[in-house]
């Protein structure tokens, strides 16, 4: 899948879509950004996961205040399911974090992270911030409101009631209101005091709405004197789109949950309660119109030393902006270029400076690009780039030198660009950069609740681009530095213009195709190890390193690759010990005195920048005594999981069954039914499926229902007798589990399963457990977590003719992939019943 840029997502940015697509704004984008630029105030929303943020109050804040606003979200979203695709953990975090990006390109904020990692869902914060590293959050919210700044603050949750919602959402509340006190007090984290200085927000407010509530009932009766209504239904002409439009466009990106967002149109309010700081309500709500969470707040130029003057010259061109001809301005903006190089304020210089270099390209049709001949280079490699510069204006303007990071100049001539006429430059550079690429959070192994990140990049939403070039270009009497990414791209014959970025590859990657690989007898198997080059013309050696008590043969394996891109599978046979043994198969390859360990993974599409990540090359070994009868299964595909491939490595013959043709003919040819997760929230077909099902059971077949959340289902009537979903979950993979009907089929045949068959689980026991069903059901398993009521929902059989029907809310969607040998045996079990 590629990226395809679509009318509807054009409309805000100055930035595009993708990191490193060129800017084209049209005039009205250049006046909505002017507007922008006399604006001198910062707002923050605080919260804990991509899409928790509140778009309509971030697109408020930025299009309709004109504030510089920006989300900061403790986590990347890494604990979550994806319904796009089978990423999960790291990879999924990437995905969303890109997710993220894109949602603030879109409705005109900015994104910043803290280390924090999401492990998943939890009960309480004082669980979360055991897990997260308190100390260690709480200074990455520090640094975040130091470096950024913000006036006001917002928190999208309650930090008041601990224990009634998500432990990571009320701990991003709780660090965020703690945090508050301590980023003006020098003595509280030093080392970004030193970086940034102190600061002190004025005022924060908890995003609040009738749902913290409990109902809109009492909401209504709620005391509201410290609480204020935004209106936020703007209708922004210049943009031609309503706050609510842009705002469900943003939340559309996060498409790896299923959010896609339908514009609204009309009046709407949001409202916020006032938690501390310095505010009058009286003040901020004396104009008659919707309160302003600025009020008191000088938010003018004048707020700098020196900032009046600049305020005098950009007021008049916003109130008088020339629609046909934005170039007109350049005169006046250059002066006020100056004026802003000459700021004391080091903070608000370098936003503002940046704000109006880009002002001037725009209002200039200035555009300037660098695209290398590839997509790819290794450490300190070399590549060709084509440079293309064009003044589209009358305007005099000088590209005086390009430079690359190192400060080497280039060898392309100092030219005049000449009022619409193309200027283009080819040369070759070797990067001095050897560093490979991928997002710097993933670059160390972290902990449960932690990524580890270099001090300079913390907080940044993704990696900056490994290649940069320096353009200098001299307007009248002003010299001003643009810095553009170094590019890839191409044609492509549908899509047309399609860019990449350029990163840095290692010479070779390996990857073992299967990340988990199952060995249910002691009988050897022959186990693929691709080896990709980087580079042309590369060749060396490569051994498998495995845990003690397996074999592997031959010792190491040759290769030899022509092309870049080039693979080549060499095969190992590894040999597994008789008793139940785990550990990690990791290739190693080896070039010279080389060593290169990481496996290359992409993520392509076509709402996000195309991704490269390296991470460990590995495969999970497992050897499981693990028995099963029945031998077909047919698996009808929900939201992107890997049991498939998971049941294949343990002997079963695993066909995917296309919803549509869902008959009853078609499933009696297979011994057991799976249902993937949340396929009734995601397939449409399976409301008109039930009777294919029960009379499948009726005659004697097992059907497996995964777990689905009790929201949005395409049907209620999942089951052959009444069942209800909950939001019940278990979070702690730690927790004790009872058996609840130990004599029971599914706990005793083909695989005796114990309480130590639930050791080594990981995240999570399970979720979304129906907490009412009918007697006809058989609850097999007990658990709960800490201080919390024993739930029997997580395992349900029943008996249904001749066959028999399973719902499980366990996460075998996770301990499967993750090669848990009691979440295989207990797995084989469902699959056998009735067999």
């Not at 209504?220 to 609510?244: F, P, V």
């Not at 993704?462 to 791209?489: C, H, M, N, W």
Request: hydrophobic fraction near 35%.
């Amino acid at each position: 899948m590629r990226y395809i840029l679509t009318l509807l997502v054009l409309f805000i940015y100055s930035p595009s879509l993708l990191a490193q697509q060129p800017q084209k704004p049209t005039t009205s984008e250049i006046y909505h950004n002017l507007q922008k630029l006399n604006f001198v105030g910062s707002a923050m929303y605080i919260a804990a996961h991509p899409d928790d943020e509140n778009t309509r109050l971030i697109s408020y804040l930025s299009n309709d205040v004109k504030a510089r606003t920006a989300y900061l979200s403790l986590t990347r979203g890494d604990g979550g399911q994806n319904l796009i695709g089978p990423e999960i953990r790291e990879l999924l975090g990437v995905i969303r974090t890109q997710e993220l990006i894109a949602a603030r390109k879109t409705d005109g904020g900015e994104q910043l992270f803290t280390r924090a990692n999401d492990f998943g869902y939890s009960k309480h914060p004082d669980e979360t911030l055991a897990i997260w590293n308190k100390k260690e959050v709480l200074s990455d919210v520090v640094r975040a409101i130091r470096k950024f700044k913000p006036d006001i603050i917002i928190n999208r949750f309650n930090h008041r009631n601990p224990g009634t919602t998500h432990g990571h959402h009320t701990s991003s509340a709780m660090l965020s209101f703690e945090a508050f006190d301590l980023v003006g007090n020098t003595a509280e984290y030093p080392e970004t005091v030193k970086q940034f200085g102190a600061w002190q927000p004025k005022r924060l407010f908890f995003n609040t709405s009738w749902w913290f509530y409990g109902s809109r009932e009492n909401f209504e009766k709620a005391d509201k004197s410290n609480i204020l209504e935004l209106e936020t239904g703007t209708y922004y002409t210049s943009l031609g789109l309503s706050n609510g439009e842009i705002a469900s466009l943003s939340r559309s990106m996060h498409k790896s949950q299923g959010f896609g967002s339908t514009g609204s149109r009309g009046s709407a309010t949001e409202y916020l309660e006032f938690l501390k700081g310095d505010f009058s309500k009286e003040e901020a709500t004396n104009n008659g119109s919707s309160p302003d969470l600025f009020a008191g707040i000088n938010t003018t130029w004048s707020r700098l030393d020196g900032g009046k003057e600049i305020g005098a010259i950009l007021e008049p061109l916003e109130e008088n902006f020339n629609f046909k001809n934005p170039a007109s301005m350049l005169p006046d903006l250059l002066k006020v270029y100056e004026l802003v190089r000459q700021l004391e304020d080091d903070h608000w210089r370098t936003i503002k400076k940046a704000q109006l270099e880009q002002l001037i390209l725009d209002c200039g049709g200035i555009f300037l690009e660098a695209v290398a001949n590839t997509n790819s280079i290794n450490p300190k490699g070399s590549y060709q780039v084509s440079i293309e510069a064009i003044n589209r204006s009358n305007y005099p303007v000088v590209l005086q030198s390009i430079k690359t990071q190192d400060g080497t100049t280039l060898s392309t001539p100092v030219t005049s660009l000449l009022p619409n006429e193309r200027s283009t430059f080819e040369t070759n550079i070797t990067s001095s950069n050897k560093k490979v690429s991928t997002p710097y959070w993933l670059n160390e192994k972290g902990s449960l609740g932690m990524y580890k990140a270099p001090s300079p990049l913390i907080g940044k939403p993704e990696t900056p681009a490994p290649e940069k070039l320096l353009f200098t270009l001299q307007l009248g009497r002003s010299q001003i530095d643009i810095t553009r990414d170094v590019v890839y791209k191409y044609n492509d014959p549908v899509d047309g213009e399609v860019y990449q970025p350029l990163e840095i590859v290692p010479e070779i990657t390996t990857s073992i195709p299967e990340k988990v690989l199952i060995f249910a007898d002691d009988s050897p198997k022959q186990i693929p190890v691709v080896v990709k080059a980087g580079k042309e013309n590369i060749s060396g050696f490569i051994q498998l390193n495995h845990p003690d008590g397996w074999t592997v043969s031959p010792a190491q394996q040759t290769f030899e690759l022509s092309q870049k891109g080039e693979e080549k599978t060499v095969l190992f046979t590894v040999i597994p010990p008789k008793e139940q043994s785990e550990g990690f198969l990791k290739p190693l390859a080896v070039v010279g005195d080389v060593f290169y360990d990481k496996e290359l993974f992409t993520l392509d599409y076509n709402h996000i920048p195309y991704q490269r990540v390296l991470l460990p090359s590995e495969a999970k070994i497992v050897r499981i005594p693990i028995e099963k009868k029945g031998e077909h299964i047919g698996y009808i595909e929900g939201a992107g999981d890997a049991i498939p491939e998971s049941l294949k490595q343990i002997g079963y013959q695993v066909t995917t069954i296309v919803p549509n043709e869902i008959t009853l003919e078609n499933l009696q040819q297979y011994d057991a039914i799976v249902v993937g997760i949340r396929a009734y929230n995601t397939i449409p077909e399976l409301a008109f499926k039930q009777n294919a099902f029960r009379s499948y059971t009726e005659n004697g077949g097992t059907l497996i229902l995964q777990y689905n959340t009790n929201r949005r289902m395409v049907t209620e009537d999942i089951a052959p007798y009444p069942l209800k979903l909950s939001r019940d979950r278990v979070t702690d993979e730690f927790s004790e589990v009872k058996l609840l009907a130990p004599k029971h089929p599914v706990l005793n045949e083909p695989n005796i399963i114990t309480e130590a068959d639930f050791e080594g689980w990981v995240q999570e026991r399970g979720l979304y457990f129906p907490n009412e069903w009918d007697a006809k059901f058989t609850p097999i398993l007990g658990m709960s977590d800490e201080n919390s009521t024993e739930t029997k929902g997580s395992l349900l059989v029943t008996k249904h003719g001749k066959g028999y029907y399973i719902y499980t809310g366990l996460s075998f969607f996770r301990e499967l992939p993750a090669g848990v040998p009691g979440a295989y045996r207990l797995f084989a079990n469902l699959l056998s019943l009735g067999n």
